[in-house]
T-cell receptor, first 112, second 112 residues
Framework: DQQVKQNSPSLSVQEGRISILNCDYT??????FLWYKKYPAEGPTFLIS?????DKNEDGRFTVFLNKSAKHLSLHIVPSQPGDSAVYFC???????????FGTGTRLKVLA | DAGITQSPRHKVTETGTPVTLRCHQT?????MYWYRQDPGHGLRLIHY???????DKGEVSDGYSVSRSKTEDFLLTLESATSSQTSVYFC???????????FGSGTQLSVL
């Protein structure tokens, strides 16, 4: 049973436009969410996180939105750059469990 | 970069042989994790540790065991490797609950 889902395996976006990556979760106990970026042959690197007490968090070109009632979060990248081309994973955790469950990833391609 | 070293970086082994992967950290973080990455499955949690000698199972723990005798080292053992365990294995560390994970560079394991 997949608790964290990324239903779009891939996404292509023109350079300078907005990239929107989506993530859904089923476990209502999840209260902390993270996004990671992964390049080939490297480990995932942290991008941005959000706690369930917030509905938005921004860091430069990256913004994460959380809709708790829909159990949905999204990552917005504006403007998209060719260097953003990578696989993006969302992850979720429930306080006190110390476990982080990841989605299957979305491969973003930013076209120059 | 977080001080996480995974060894070996690459390994080829035969079905039925034992294999041990090592994760070493210099950050003195309490929590350590082993994930595997496979196409279509994203990152799946194998085992994690919340302190020396304290470990617990993740989503896909069958066929794997772990040990943590020192804060800085977390070992993942495949007692009798199978072809289904061919994967990229990532170690991660975390300071605490609802803290971001830092990942190592990964170990590419091929079981023939």
């Amino acid at each position: 049973d997949q608790q964290v889902k990324q239903n779009s395996p891939s996404l292509s976006v023109q350079e300078g436009r907005i990239s929107i990556l989506n993530c859904d979760y089923t476990n209502s106990m999840f209260d902390y969410f993270l996004w990671y970026k992964k390049y080939p042959a490297e480990g995932p690197t942290f991008l941005i996180s959000i706690s369930s007490i917030k509905d938005k968090n921004e860091d430069g070109r990256f913004t994460v939105f959380l809709n708790k009632s829909a159990k949905h979060l999204s990552l917005h990248i504006v403007p998209s750059q060719p260097g953003d081309s990578a696989v993006y994973f969302c992850a979720a955790s429930a306080t006190g469990t110390y476990k982080y469950i990841f989605g299957t990833g979305t491969r973003l391609k930013v076209l120059a | 970069d977080a001080g996480i070293t995974q060894s070996p970086r690459h390994k080829v082994t035969e079905t039925g042989t034992p294999v041990t992967l090592r994760c070493h950290q210099t950050e003195n973080h309490r929590y350590m994790y082993w994930y595997r990455q496979d196409p279509g499955h994203g990152l799946r949690l194998i085992h994690y540790s919340y302190g020396v000698k304290d470990t617990d199972k993740g989503e896909v723990s069958d066929g794997y065991s772990v040990s943590r005798s020192k804060t800085e080292d977390f070992l993942l053992t495949l007692e009798s490797a199978t072809s289904s365990q061919t994967s990229v294995y990532f170690c991660a560390i975390s300071k605490g609950d609802n803290e971001k994970l830092f990942f190592g560079s990964g170990t590419q394991l091929s079981v023939l």
